[in-house]
């Protein structure tokens, strides 16, 4: 038991650190041989921000367990969403600009409306897996086209420290290719030590990958969400939270999927599915007004991390009286 918590609590930690190496890394190489800086955003620090949740799903998945695959990637969907976005508005209010509303959120709910489609008959299959790839795929190869034809385009930026008079190659290839490394090698880790604890505790899979293992893997979107609030770059908070959910919602369960096609746990629907649509519709309400930009204040950011609450509490509650 000893060993195992150390194992996730090593895991989480080296996860979080390695994942802000490999971005790092990535973004200088990017900038140095002058990649758009929308490509960046999209790209970089969209896979590198997800990058382990993806991991270790698709580790977890091989391993059988596809509660953690499955609830890790939508758990960190609901924690994005009621925790991190909801933490960052109660530091710093923030905008969502019109356009948000008319592309990238509701391309978020179409994927999060197929996903929860998919799982409905019980069983996530590979067939399921490429459904779900289509519209991701075609909407960011869209959104880069987009960006390398429109320079006015808006700016995603990694990090202010990194300018290509900076640029150091042995830096930025030792953080991108050691970053990676860590990252598969945290993941196995962490998977590791959760289901470890679970079996010993007799908690199923599906809530330790909900909560502990969702929320592990969603710190590095909360560390440069608060980061981007604090510099009052608002784009950048609620961008990274729309593109995180895109890529784990497709491509994290996608490949857990592709890897082993599994029958979905109890739980995931319709409870976890049904919670992570409300608060991606939420998002829409929170953004809407009849004219200007919609924002989401401190009194979001309250609604949001009340929901977070209320939803670890009922899954703990649930787990205790099984």
């Known amino acids: 038991m ?11 930690v080296v996860l979080v650190f390695s994942a802000d190496r490999f971005v790092d890394g990535a973004a200088a190489i990017a900038r140095h041989f002058h990649v758009p ?67 990238e959120l509701p391309v978020l709910l179409l994927l999060t409306l197929i996903a929860t489609v998919e799982l409905y008959d019980g069983f996530f299959s590979r067939l399921d897996a490429v459904i779900l790839f289509i519209p991701f795929i075609l909407f960011m190869l869209s959104s880069v086209l987009s960006g390398l034809k429109n320079k006015k385009s808006r700016k995603l930026e990694v990090s202010e420290d990194v300018k290509d008079s900076d640029f150091k190659p042995l830096t930025a290839y030792g953080n991108l290719l050691g970053g990676l490394v860590f990252l598969l090698g945290s993941s196995k880790l962490l998977v590791w030590g959760a289901t470890t604890i679970a079996h010993i505790l007799g908690i199923s899979d599906l809530v330790i990958g909900l909560t502990v293992v969702a929320i592990g893997t969603s710190l590095p979107e909360l560390a440069s969400s608060v980061i981007a609030a604090l510099k ?36 995931i629907f319709p409870r976890d599915m049904l919670v992570m649509t409300a608060l991606t519709l939420s ?32 899954i703990a509650f649930s787990a205790i009286t099984q």
Do not use: H
């Open 2 to 12: 000893l060993l195992a918590v150390v194992a996730l609590i090593a895991g989480f």
């Open 37 to 103: 800086s929308l490509v960046i955003g999209m790209v970089i620090v969209g896979f590198g921000t997800s990058a382990p949740e993806m991991l270790v799903s698709t580790l977890a998945s091989i391993d059988g367990s596809s509660g953690i695959a499955l609830g890790n990637a939508y758990g960190s969907n609901i924690s994005n969403i009621a925790l991190i976005l909801g933490v960052t508005a109660l530091i710093m209010p923030i905008t969502v600009e019109r356009g948000v509303l008319k592309k």
């Open 232 to 267: 009052k770059e608002n784009d950048i908070a609620l961008g990274n939270i729309i593109g995180s959910n895109m890529f784990n919602t497709a491509m994290v369960a996608g490949i857990a999927g592709v890897v082993n096609p599994s029958n979905v746990p109890d739980g």
């Open 283 to 314: 998002l829409f309400v929170f953004g809407f007004r009849m004219k200007g930009d919609g924002r989401i204040g401190r009194i979001g950011g309250i609604l949001l991390c009340a929901a977070y609450v209320s939803y670890t509490v009922y």
